[in-house]
């Protein structure tokens, strides 16, 4: 599914910003979520202490090149992180924009087609864009991730039509949507749209109990799964009685 | 020499970029390394020398989105 992995939990969960160390291992724990998200940083403090959680954590890690505004950079930062967490999984971020991050599609997808070509499992973080996409397939990518709204921002799937297009035009790939998310009801509805899996950090590790809102992430994606696989009833213009008529009293 | 490592000027007296990790107490395998911009495999180090200027950087995990 996930390039050869199947995950029973769709909630991919990061791992920054959170108030403590502690309130981080109990969120992913309450998630559920099988893969979490992590980055390379300069050496600060509270590098052991990090690196014994993800271990606890059981989580499969997926490295991201957040920050990265070059191709150059994310490839080396790519290269660095698969040597250090000793995975081919890449979360390929190349940054078009400080204010929006909006993904710079061109460097993008030449990006990829590097880190591809060298063995690495992209997952590109990209809009809803679907030549970009069909693009970052040709280039080797075999899962798509497109956001929801510009990280961080909580606005949820700001281009619901747009998203549901790239879901029909994509039917076999993996989609992620990655950034955006500030509600469990924005999950649950991706997942509904019959997308693979949601990450988001932002929504969990600023709330005010950021345990009990990873909890309710993790239901959410669950449950909005659930829903799609189980054939969500088509919209109807008109009201259609759901009690049968037959067999009725006349009371009037 | 001079190098600059992490963004900051570090006067080193390792020709290579394994000593340079072991000069500055890093555990070897805890950290992932670039030179000038390239990434340099732990088992590489060893044949990466340093030059005046020579820019290096010395990652580890961090929390990420």
Partial sequence: MFYGSDLQNRLMLGTAQYPS????????AASGAEVITVSLRREGTGGDAFRDILKESGCRILPNTAGCHSV?????????????FGTSWIKLEVIGHADTLQPDPFALVEAARILAAEGFDVFPYTTDDLIVGEKLIEAGCRVLMPWGAPIGSGQGLRNKEALKTMRAHFPDIPLVVDAGIGAPSQAMEAMEMGFDAVLLNTAVAKALDPVGMSRAFGQAV????????????????MAVASTPIFGMAELA | MRIELNGTAVETAAATLAALIEEQGYEAASVATALNGQFVPLAARDTATLHDGAKVEALSPMQGG
Avoid: F, K
């Fill in chain 1, 21 to 28: 160390p502690q309130v981080l291992r109990e969120a992913i």
């Fill in chain 1, 72 to 84: 150059q950079e994310a490839v080396t930062t790519a290269q660095m992180a698969r040597e250090l």
């Fill in chain 1, 222 to 237: 669950s449950a909005g799964r659930a829903a799609h696989d189980a054939g969500i009833m088509p919209r109807r213009d």
